[in-house]
């Protein structure tokens, strides 16, 4: 019975952080869908590393916080509406953590277009905020 006990109270505590680090990383992609959707790019570039780098399709990559704002700014010129969807958030450490999702968005054309996509997320605990490392997306299911 004990050990029984000390497996479950071991299995909590594995778990425990790993759900609040999801919630954690969810309020950050919230934080970042508010900031994209005000026209806030150094706002969205604040929720990335210093370092962070972003790897958008058919393009370059893209390196630091600054580029990365600016990057942003540029996409919102021709799409709007972004959401965001966790499909998993996997521990990688007290410090660290694997997320994918889909997004969706919406063209700025005439007539508006649909455009879907999946994404990994690479997270790092900076101080008390959960910051994006390292942020690769592209079309399709």
């Known amino acids: 019975m004990r050990k029984i006990a000390l497996a ?30 005000k026209g806030d790019f150094d706002g969205v570039a604040s929720l990335y590393t210093v370092d962070a780098a972003a790897f958008p399709p058919g393009s370059a990559m ?12 540029g996409m919102a010129a021709q799409v ?5 969807t966790t499909l998993d958030v996997k521990r990688l450490g007290p410090a660290a953590a694997r997320e994918i999702g889909t997004f969706s968005l919406k063209t700025k054309e005439t007539p508006p277009k649909e455009v879907t996509g999946k994404y990994v997320v690479v997270w790092e605990k900076v101080g008390k905020n959960w910051k994006l490392a390292a942020d690769i997306w592209n ?3």
């Open 62 to 73: 893209v390196k630091g916080r600054a580029a990365i704002g600016a990057m942003w700014k």
């Open 80 to 84: 709007s509406d972004p959401k965001v």
């Open 139 to 141: 079309e399709g299911k």
């Open 8 to 37: 479950i109270a071991f299995s909590v505590g594995l778990i425990a952080p790993a759900v609040a680090q999801r919630a954690d990383i969810e309020a950050a992609n919230a934080k970042w869908v508010e900031f994209f959707n």
